[in-house]
C-alpha cells in the first residue's frame, strides 16, 4: 500500500506566512515556490482553500487545474498530490475544527464530496481580515460567511435551472451588459417574475449578485496587477471609479487601494 502523509489539524505544505486560530476555524496563509511537488497526503480536518495568487496541479483518482481566484473544498481524508508551476503561488486555508459542531449548531450538512469554485468576496474578506490583524471574532464571522456562501454554491436549495443558468452566465461574463428583457426572452419569463425569484431563491437582488461578481472580478486584478484603481474599476464594469469604491466599501469594509496595498504588503 502506498505511504502518505496525513496533515494534522492546521498544518499545511509550503512556507506558512500567517495563522489564526478562531473559536471555529483554523486558518493560514501559505507560500509554495515556483517548480515545488508535495506528495500524496491529505487532512484530518475538511477545510477551504483560496488560490490568492499562482497556480498548481492536483492529482488524485483525476487531475485538477487549480487556478488563481480558484476556492476548493476539500473533505477530511481526502488524498492528492500538488504540483506547482513556474512561479510562486499563495494560498489562504480555512480548516474546520469540529465538522459535527459546526453541521448541529447551524443545521447543515457539509459537503460529502470536493468541489471547486471561483472566489466569492466572503472569502478574501477573510484574506483581508487575517493580513491586517482584525478582531478574532470578526475573523470567526467572515469564516462562517464564507464557509457558508461555498457550501450554498454546492448545495443550494430550490435552486431553479434558469436561476443557475443566469449565474453561471453572470459568472462567466461579469463585465457583459446585462439586459433583462433578453433574459425575459431567453427564458420565457416575466421581467418582474425573474426579479422576484432571483432573490427568493439566492437571497440577493439580480443587481446585487451582479455587482458582487463584478467586484470578485476585480479583486485578481487589484492582487495581481499593477493597475491603476480607475483602470481597474472600469475593466470591472464599473462606470467610473467613485461607483467602484462605494461598492467595494460596501461590500468588503474598506477600499481598493488599502485593500490592495494590505494584500501586498
Same mark, same amino acid.
Given at each position: ?48 482553500? =483560496? ?5 498548481? &496541479? #492536483? %492529482?488524485? /483518482? ?9 476556492? *476548493? ?74 464557509? =457558508? ?5 454546492? &448545495? #443550494? %436549495?430550490? /435552486? ?9 452566465? *453572470? ?95
Amino acid at each position: 500500500m502506498y505511504n502518505y502523509n496525513r496533515m494534522e489539524q492546521n498544518k499545511y505544505f509550503g512556507i506558512t506566512k500567517n495563522s489564526f486560530k478562531t473559536e471555529s476555524f483554523n486558518i493560514s496563509l501559505t507560500n509554495h515556490l515556483a517548480d515545488s511537488k508535495i506528495s500524496k497526503h491529505s487532512h484530518s480536518k475538511p477545510y477551504l482553500c =483560496l488560490l490568492v495568487s499562482g497556480n498548481y &496541479n #492536483e %492529482k488524485s /483518482n483525476t487531475e485538477n487545474l487549480i487556478s488563481c481566484g480558484d476556492v *476548493i473544498y476539500r473533505t477530511a481524508g481526502y488524498e492528492h498530490s500538488n504540483s506547482f508551476y513556474d512561479e510562486d503561488s499563495l494560498c489562504l486555508n480555512i480548516e474546520i475544527n469540529d465538522q459535527e459542531n459546526l453541521m448541529n449548531h447551524n443545521n447543515f450538512l457539509l459537503p460529502s464530496s470536493e468541489s471547486k469554485q471561483k472566489g466569492t468576496i466572503e472569502i478574501y474578506k477573510v484574506l483581508y481580515a487575517l493580513k491586517h490583524k482584525l478582531s478574532n471574532d470578526l475573523l470567526d464571522i467572515y469564516c462562517y460567511e464564507s464557509m =457558508l456562501t461555498h457550501i450554498n454554491i454546492v &448545495n #443550494e %436549495k430550490g /435552486n431553479l435551472s434558469w436561476i443557475k443558468q443566469i449565474k453561471e452566465h *453572470i459568472n462567466d461574463n461579469p463585465i457583459a451588459h446585462l439586459s433583462l428583457e433578453k433574459l425575459s426572452l431567453n427564458f420565457g419569463l416575466h421581467p418582474n417574475y425573474i426579479v422576484r425569484k432571483f432573490k427568493e431563491i439566492t437571497g440577493l437582488k439580480l443587481s446585487e449578485y451582479l455587482t458582487k461578481t463584478r467586484l470578485e472580478h476585480s479583486i485578481k486584478n487589484l492582487i495581481l496587477t499593477e493597475n491603476n484603481i480607475t483602470e481597474i474599476a472600469l475593466n470591472a464594469g464599473f462606470y467610473d471609479q467613485s461607483h467602484f469604491n462605494r461598492n467595494f466599501k460596501k461590500y468588503l469594509a474598506t477600499t481598493p487601494l488599502l485593500f490592495k496595498k494590505t494584500i501586498k504588503g
